[in-house]
């Protein structure tokens, strides 16, 4: 298998949606056996070549997928032996409908307070590329962005609250073990984590507990990798 | 079982989170035995007196329970021989955080298409608790809500987008079976159906043709009740 995932400064992989695939092959039981290729946000012509324009794209069996949901939906359905990261019918629908409700909810109100953090951790020959999209994207400069940022933070946590409920009463957003649905949330901490050194979640919140418990899956894969501990 | 529900004008019944309850008794086969009490905005003293605010409420067994989704959750445990209208672990819980997600992001897009419609739907002697209430939540005249209310539909139907995608694919949110997922989102077009003429659907939406397969459920029970065609 073939992952081609984003190209940070340093090895900070930072890019959430990349993250859930980590997180999914983990899962599936892949530890080994992946070649990881990085793509910069200047240079995309690996994936370019294939009709991509965004990270992650894997490439198993020589079929190249893209979109880190249909990412999971095609592990799924090709490897039904392997544990499922879905659960029943049901679950897997409702989760496809969460994948949109939060990338849509919550790119932005994360994005709004780590940015500026982001782009120091930006490949260096991706800083300029980087710099003209997102403050297309966002409508002002990162500069400005990053000086209401940790205003932002109270807004975050609140937007937060329908996991808060599931978090107090389960380990996980799944129940007694993760599924697509925990690493759909945790690719957006992943994010903070390989980019930020905000603290995003107060001491006592069960959701951060649950990225505690995020952070030690697989032999504590994502907490070996290079990031802040508090985000 | 007692079923305290809204009270409306001539038997309009368009409490969004009482038509989810109503599909979930039908989902798990109660059709009758079920006493219903309509309660007043003007007069909640039926259920007030039990320390409730908002209908609906179910006393089942001597319990009092109130809340749609805690209802739901009381009969999928107190009756685990009935069919499940959560599906799995997972699926219970992406269901339960979904439930908040569309609570909070449909009510208002909603009522600012509808609220108009409801007040002349209103039982007379709420028309004026329902105005002030209701303006000072919106923070704008019924009026000058309802004089913009048509212009709101196109970014409704944009913020259906999660559910198309699925309802492309399956005859239900939750697949092949309607599940309470589905139900919640359905509750919310029982509101607009049982209270306004207005169109929210385009004719070839996906969305428009699982209400369709919604109405028709249970013997037409949801089609049956007073409202208008096309919402």
């Known amino acids: ?15 959430p949606h990349v993250w859930k695939i980590n997180m999914t092959l983990l899962h599936k039981g892949w530890t080994s056996n992946i070649e990881r290729i990085p793509v910069k946000f200047s240079d995309k012509s690996p994936i370019e070549e294939k009709g991509f324009n965004t990270v ?15 990412i999971a939906e095609y592990l799924e359905n090709e490897y039904p032996e ?9 679950a897997k629908n409702t989760t496809f409908i969460l994948n949109k409700f939060i990338d849509y909810n919550f790119i932005t109100s994360f994005a709004r307070i780590i940015v ?3 782009y120091n951790h930006i490949h ?9 999209t997102r403050e297309e994207m966002m409508g002002s400069t990162i500069e400005e962005i990053s000086n209401t940022s940790k205003q932002r933070i109270p807004s975050l946590q609140k937007q ?11 380990p996980y957003i799944a129940g007694s073990q993760p599924m697509y649905c ?13 980019s930020s050194p905000k603290t995003l979640l107060d001491p006592t919140d069960p959701i951060r507990e649950w990225r505690e418990r995020m952070l030690d899956l697989y032999g504590g894969y994502a907490r070996k990798a290079r990031g802040y501990k508090d985000t």
């Open 1 to 15: 298998m073939i992952l081609y995932e984003l190209d940070g400064k340093e090895d900070f992989r930072f890019s």
């Open 56 to 70: 992650p794209v894997l490439v198993d069996k020589e079929k190249w997928i893209g979109d880190s949901i249909k």
């Open 82 to 90: 392997r544990p499922s990261v879905f659960g029943d019918e049901t």
């Open 116 to 118: 500026g953090d982001i």
């Open 124 to 132: 260096p020959d991706d800083k300029e590329y980087f710099k003209v």
């Open 160 to 170: 937060l609250e329908p996991f808060r409920k599931i978090l107090k009463e389960n």
């Open 182 to 194: 925990d690493y759909i949330l945790f690719g957006f901490f992943m994010w903070a984590r390989c």
